[in-house]
């Protein structure tokens, strides 16, 4: 690793590199892999949910089976497909956005992925031994608590294995944000996508710590005989409830503000043009966040908490529509009077616009409360978060896989198939989740895995079924695109958009492992630009002379170290009905404790790349 | 290797914590995790606080006859008493006195595991009585909230001794003074909580 | 990312200085233990003689309150230079911490 010359690897060589990788950008790529891995498995359980409801009466899937396929759908989709995807591009783009050379802990970052991908993993094992758990993504404790077999084991273990990792990279990018910008990149200059990143860390903080109790909670519950929402030994089922809402709805928000980056980035480089309102952007930014703290009730109307709290909650979340307003209005405006180019990541943000308003104004019908009474736990509420979700969050996704591509790979997505993906995705996406506002309306309950003939429902849900068909054909086009794509190995070069205003456009393509030779000295917000506009071909002023750069050591440490969590869940889940359990949950935190031993003790203090080195090295492959 | 330079009391820097990049971060990075504990350690009071003295009908065990208030009081001098203690010991990393810091961190082990013993008599004592893990909500959400900060007792205790032993023919650098500013961080934030717990379980729980 | 550490050599006067500040920060300190320690005798006592719970726990919890920011300011160096970010992110934690707190003492049981 200590020279910077080109050398030639084996496929082997490749794996190891990125299994002990701790550069920012291929933690990445295993994110982008792992997270549309996943997706790709959510999504396969999402079509077997329509394929159930297509017609009435149907017997395609068991109920019990459609409890599960439904659990594990949600669950996927929150946990182990949308937050990877997202960190994908708050690695690719982050440290890049404000030059930076790497994260703040390169080490922690590739911890928190290995956490991430073997919690996923042991979550999805669950179709292999008892059962996939069945008490729906919220698993409220009063039903998850008498869910015979393995199957909330799972859930329980597996998302505190993965919630763990989720946590250390949140820390990660907010000291990466506070500490490693370059010299002149104040927060106020910071782009808008590295300011949601740093707001979504922040809600990570303190959003994951209740959901890291309530799993607990359920499993001493459910595997060490506690009693925690036990009723008749005087525990309260309420709060899991809370619990699990204290942290599921920041969750979302740590979902949706990345998107709202993305689309920031894209609207204001297609309308070439600064972001309009960038100050009342970032304000409306953070105050989404505070307020995303203050507004989980809203989700246990119906639980009776009585009118004090329902109308505190109620106001609270109406009063959330106020800055993501100001955001709409901000992105309009952006464009007003630009200078638009049409291209793919742009027509997903334009397509954002009206779906996401949509999602929101449901989402006001929802806070009133009395309204919800009616609205609750019907396909009004799958309609209005499918809307909020797929319409904010994986259109923002799918616009910054294109976005963002040259930047990851050194490639250029296909334009004519990502329009050909949008538009089958787009169609496909109100065409299923637009009628289940009616189908709600007309008290459709969600999560049934049977509705009857001749109730008005049958046609509503054929179409349903019809868009969901048309929404796996664009995601199909899209890896079809990829794989064309990757096969082709065109380079994009630097700045391919043509249009690029921020820092990441400006660095040489491929991107060097230690992305800047120099840091860079910034000017103002979207400094790429103002160094266009100054006719700056090198696309950057420098804080600093050519010297040597520090960086850090490959770290096999980290997969050792999910490893033991991985195996400590096993034994965790059996120990109660196997003599072996208890040890093996011992023994897997022993390895996790005696790798974590081993990264204190033993000093690892990197490497310095050698300024002569530096000097010889034109593109910085590697 | 930079930060492994050796150094006088007159060289050695300010804030020797901050004085690298690793370190600034790694500062900053261990307030952010004590924001998050924050909350974590609030879950676990309002838990508490919502299935205090709930248990199966006819429940003998009410926290007013439960606790042993003087047991508890000796706790939290000890506990206090050892963060003065690793306060002295970050006095003298400041002025690179290596010897004196170790002393100081040697007592505050000592009197870590001295509250560790009694908080451990103290949980044999209620199993003894009947009031096991799951005899009910109170004692499961009692034993979470006193275990989980028992946890970070030794968590605390073995990253002490650890750094000890691993720098103790070393010396301080710039590389391990850091991680001995956190652990001490560490070490201060288990007696804030624990001021809550003597507070909020202990003497409110008397009453 | 870490470049090489300059090392200055302070003068007998900086030197001194720097002694002199930290002697005064370690006296600090000790105010601040005396006065936890007597909070803590204080709220110990008020709770032995029994007064009346609705005088006592007001004030227990406020002297707990006092002796975190104590611990908080002198202990873990928060009245330092450099301490926005910490006091920031443990501030927001804490009003965090409150709400959940306040929600599960009011709405989790009801008649």
Request: hydrophobic letters at 55%; aromatic letters at 16%; a neutral charge.
């Amino acid at each position: 690793m200590s020279s910077v010359a080109t050398k030639k690897k084996g496929l082997g060589a490749h794996i190891w590199d990125y299994i002990t990788t701790v550069d920012h950008k291929k933690i990445a790529h295993l994110y982008l892999v792992a997270g549309t891995l996943f997706f790709v498995i959510g999504g396969i359980e999402a079509m077997l949910i329509r394929i159930q409801l297509a017609k009435p009466d149907n017997d395609f899937l068991s109920a019990g089976l459609f409890n599960e396929v439904m659990t594990m759908h949600g669950t996927t989709m929150i946990f182990l497909a949308a937050m990877p995807l997202v960190f994908a591009f708050m690695n690719a783009i982050v440290p890049l956005q404000i030059g930076a050379r790497d994260v703040a802990f390169p080490f922690l970052n590739s911890l928190g992925f290995w956490l991430f991908l073997f919690g996923g993993v042991f979550l999805n094992l669950s179709w292999f031994f008892t059962g996939a758990p069945d008490a729906g993504w919220t698993s409220y404790a009063s039903l998850s608590l008498m869910s015979p077999g393995h199957g909330i084991d799972f859930y329980a273990l597996g998302l505190q294995i993965s919630g763990a990792g989720t946590l250390i990279s949140g820390i990660n990018f907010l000291v990466t944000i506070i500490n490693m910008r370059a010299p002149g990149m104040t927060y106020m200059r910071m782009p808008l996508f590295t300011w949601t990143a740093f707001v979504a860390s922040a809600l990570i903080l303190f959003a994951f710590p209740p959901l890291t109790i309530g799993l607990f909670f359920m499993i001493f519950d459910r595997m060490f005989s506690g009693n925690f929402f036990v009723h008749t030994m005087g525990g309260n089922t309420i709060i899991w409830e809370h619990l699990f809402w204290i942290f599921g709805h920041p969750e979302v928000y740590i979902l949706i503000l990345p998107a709202f980056g993305i689309f920031s980035e894209i609207f204001a480089t297609f309308s070439r043009k600064r972001l309009f309102g960038y100050p009342s952007m970032v304000f409306a930014t953070i105050l989404i966040g505070f307020l995303g703290f203050m507004v989980w009730a809203h989700h246990m109307f119906t639980v009776g908490l009585g009118p004090t709290a329902n109308a505190i909650f109620s106001v609270a979340t109406m009063a959330i529509a106020v800055p993501t307003g100001m955001k709409i209005f901000n992105w309009l405006m952006t464009m007003w009077g630009g200078s638009i180019k049409i291209t793919t990541p742009m027509l997903y943000a334009l397509g954002f616009i009206p779906s996401f308003v949509a999602g929101g104004v449901t989402g006001i019908m929802q806070a009133s409360a009395p309204l919800d009474y009616q609205l609750h736990d019907s396909y009004f509420i799958v309609a209005h978060f499918h809307y909020v979700i797929v319409g904010g969050v994986v259109l923002a996704l799918f616009a910054g896989a294109h976005y963002y591509w040259p930047i990851m790979f050194n490639q250029m997505l296909n334009e004519t198939l990502g329009k050909i993906t949008f538009v089958f995705f787009f169609v496909g996406f109100h065409l299923t989740f637009f009628l289940q506002h009616f189908l709600g309306l007309m008290g459709m309950p969600r999560r049934v895995a049977v509705f009857k003939a001749g109730q008005g429902l049958d046609l509503f849900n054929f179409i349903s079924t019809i868009g969901a068909f048309l929404m796996a054909i664009g995601v199909i086009i899209l890896v079809i695109n990829v794989i064309i794509t990757a096969i082709k190995g065109v380079p994009a070069g630097r700045d391919p958009w043509e249009d690029g205003r921020t820092l990441e456009w400006a660095i040489p393509q491929p991107i060097p492992f230690y992305n800047f030779k120099q840091t860079p000295l910034i000017r103002g917000l979207d400094p790429y630009w103002i160094e266009k506009m100054d006719g700056n071909k090198e696309g950057m002023l420098y804080a600093e002379p050519l010297s040597d750069i520090h960086m850090p050591n490959n770290s096999f440490i980290p997969v050792v170290m999910s490893f033991g969590f991985f195996v400590a869940a096993f034994g965790a889940m059996f120990h109660q009905e196997t003599s072996w359990g208890l040890y093996v949950l011992i023994g897997g935190l022993a390895i996790t404790a005696l790798g974590m031993i081993y990264r204190s003790v033993k000093d690892d203090h990197g490497y310095y790349i050698k300024k002569e080195d530096l000097l010889d090295d034109k593109g910085g492959k590697h | 290797m930079s930060s492994n330079q050796k150094f006088t009391p007159h060289s050695w820097p300010d804030h020797p914590e901050k004085a690298t990049a690793e370190g600034k971060n790694k500062v900053t990075g261990f307030w952010l995790f004590l924001g998050g504990e924050t909350v974590l350690f609030a879950t676990l009071f309002a838990t508490y606080l919502a299935l205090k003295d709930k248990g199966p009908s006819g429940m003998k065990f009410t926290s007013q006859e439960l606790f042993e208030l003087p047991l508890a009081f000796v706790m939290t001098m000890l506990l206090l008493t050892s963060s003065l203690t690793s306060v002295y010991a970050m006095y003298h990393m400041k002025s690179y006195n290596f010897k004196a810091m170790q002393a100081w961190l040697s007592i505050t082990v000592l009197l870590g595991l001295g509250f560790l013993g009694l908080e451990i008599y103290e949980f044999t004592e209620y199993v003894h009585e009947g009031f096991g893990f799951s005899q009910s909500a109170f004692s499961t959400s009692f034993f979470t909230l006193v275990g989980t900060h028992g946890v970070h007792v030794v968590i605390g205790l073995v990253w002490i001794t650890l750094l000890m032993l691993r720098n103790s023919k070393r010396g301080l650098d710039l590389y391990n003074a850091p991680k001995y500013y956190l652990a001490s961080l560490y070490w201060h934030f288990i007696d804030v909580v624990w001021v809550f717990i003597f507070t909020v379980v202990y003497l409110m729980g008397v009453m | 990312m870490s470049h090489e550490i300059e090392i200055v050599s302070k003068s007998p006067k900086e030197f001194a200085y720097a002694k002199k500040k930290s002697a005064e920060a370690m006296r600090n300190q000790v105010t601040a233990f005396a006065i936890m320690i007597f909070f803590t005798f204080i709220a110990f006592a008020l709770v032995m003689a029994g007064f009346s719970p609705t005088l006592v726990v007001p004030v227990i919890l406020l002297l707990a309150v006092v002796q975190v920011i104590l611990q908080l300011y002198f202990f873990m160096h928060w009245s330092e230079k450099g301490h926005g970010i910490p006091q920031f992110f443990m501030y927001s934690g804490a009003l965090v911490a409150f709400t959940m707190v306040l929600a599960f003492v009011t709405i989790i049981w009801w008649e």
